[in-house]
């Protein structure tokens, strides 16, 4: 009896330490997700409040715990200021025990925050940012670039609205590094195409008056004028050049970064016609639709493209966290490249070595106000565009961590 007693309490001893040993590969016996974000400036409506929502979703539908620890969700405003995104993100690693930094909108604050997580070996869980050199010549092993980058949004819009005729492009631009990478790649593809850039004029960030910028886009008599900013400044831009009649002038008008909360902002009576290409669309189908309904009801708007991005970043690294029975860096982002992500929005997607997640984009085009039927109904999606087509391939790329 006795043999068997002590027979019980060693199993009982030994699965003990088995569970204590899986569960002591958590780090600070928790995991620590900081959402890095604006929270207070021109881009507080495409990410913002709602991005930290969509960390917290994300969360909630995986579970609370993660190899039996808890998992918590921080949050902290950048303001779109470099020094102040740095400052937080090294508290952060330094006094905070945060393991990965999730969103960032703002590519000059990002590429900051890209260097130290490598130096610090933690996780960069891009939504928010577009600069496609994050996963090219700067690309890093400690990054994923999770929603879009300016390559795509280039290339798939360009494309099209080429096609359709529009031929000349002049460009309304933000004088920082999204702006201008964004204005680099589409160039890049107007001109392949066939196409010709009559000019462009460059703006700062958070401009209200955009009456000159838009006399220069009517005068220079191009097909096409094409906002490669961002925020507010789309918004202010595209609604005061329909002011102007840019579009009854016969002018097509292409938002290079555009979403929903900015068709909303601006109204469907300016911004209808318009083109866009977006990595997620709230009614794309009855799954969309209903963790939309859901996000809605806490933020009392419809998702953006950063804002799904934030939810499915962080989903798929939970869901890396519990493959790899770790939270080490380079265990998880290991896992993260080897697994399919599958998220209410993104289907089949893929982790590249380069950081770049590959999954499907959309060419969409702003609807009349007679075609929309209900609140938030916005889009036509006109194209799904494959992720191997839309982002840049293997064989174009700088970055080193490559095989080609």
């Known amino acids: 009896m006795r043999g068997h007693l002590a027979c019980a309490m060693l199993a009982a001893m030994t ?12 780090s600070d016996d928790a995991v620590r997700i900081g959402v890095l974000t604006d929270l207070s400036s021109w881009g507080r409506d495409n990410s913002g409040p709602g991005s930290v929502e969509a960390a917290k979703m994300a969360v909630e539908e ?26 937080i993100v090294r508290g952060w690693f330094d ?22 997580v ?29 929603t879009y980058d300016t390559y795509a949004l280039s290339k798939v819009t360009a494309s099209a609205v080429i096609k359709e005729g529009g031929k000349s492009w002049y460009f309304i631009t933000a004088d920082y590094a999204f702006g201008q990478q964004l204005e680099k790649d589409a160039t890049r593809f107007v001109n392949e195409m066939g196409g010709k850039v009559l000019g462009g004029v460059k703006h700062p960030t958070n401009t209200a008056d955009f009456s000159s910028f838009a006399l220069q886009a009517q005068s220079s008599k191009a097909d096409v004028v094409a906002f490669a900013n961002a925020g507010q400044d789309t918004d202010n831009a595209i609604k005061q050049s329909g002011e102007f009649g840019l579009v009854q002038g016969g002018q097509k008008l292409v938002g290079l970064l555009m979403f929903d909360t900015d068709v909303h902002a601006i109204g469907l009576k300016s911004a209808q016609g318009t083109y866009m290409t977006t990595a997620s669309y709230w009614a794309m189908d009855e799954a969309t639709r209903a963790w939309s309904k859901k996000f809605f009801e806490r933020t009392k708007v419809m998702p953006t493209m950063i804002q799904t991005g934030v939810y499915g970043s962080v989903l798929h690294y939970l869901k890396a966290i519990k493959a790899a029975g770790t939270d080490d860096s380079a265990k998880v982002m290991a ?16 982790l590249r070595e380069d950081g770049r997640v590959i999954r499907d984009m959309y060419l ?3 609807k009349t106000p007679a075609q929309s039927k209900e609140p938030w ?6 194209k799904t565009v494959k992720g191997e087509d839309a982002f840049r391939p293997v064989s174009e790329s700088k970055c080193p961590l490559l095989k080609k």
């Open 15 to 26: 699965s003990a330490a088995m569970t204590t040993a899986a569960t002591a590969q958590v």
């Open 62 to 87: 995986f579970g609370p715990t993660v190899l039996g620890k808890p998992i918590e969700i921080i949050s902290a405003d950048h303001q779109m200021k470099t020094d102040v995104g740095v400052q």
């Open 95 to 116: 006094n905070g025990k945060v393991d990965a930094v999730v969103d960032i909108p703002n590519s000059g604050i990002a590429i900051a925050v890209h260097n130290m």
């Open 335 to 350: 896992k993260m490249r080897e697994l399919p992500i599958e998220d209410t929005f993104v289907h089949g997607g893929k």
């Open 377 to 382: 109904d916005y889009l036509e999606i006109v």
């Open 364 to 366: 969409a085009k702003v």
């Open 118 to 146: 490598r130096e610090r070996n933690k996780i960069a869980l891009l939504s928010g940012p577009g600069a496609s050199s994050l996963t090219d010549e700067l690309c890093s092993p400690n990054t994923v670039h999770f």
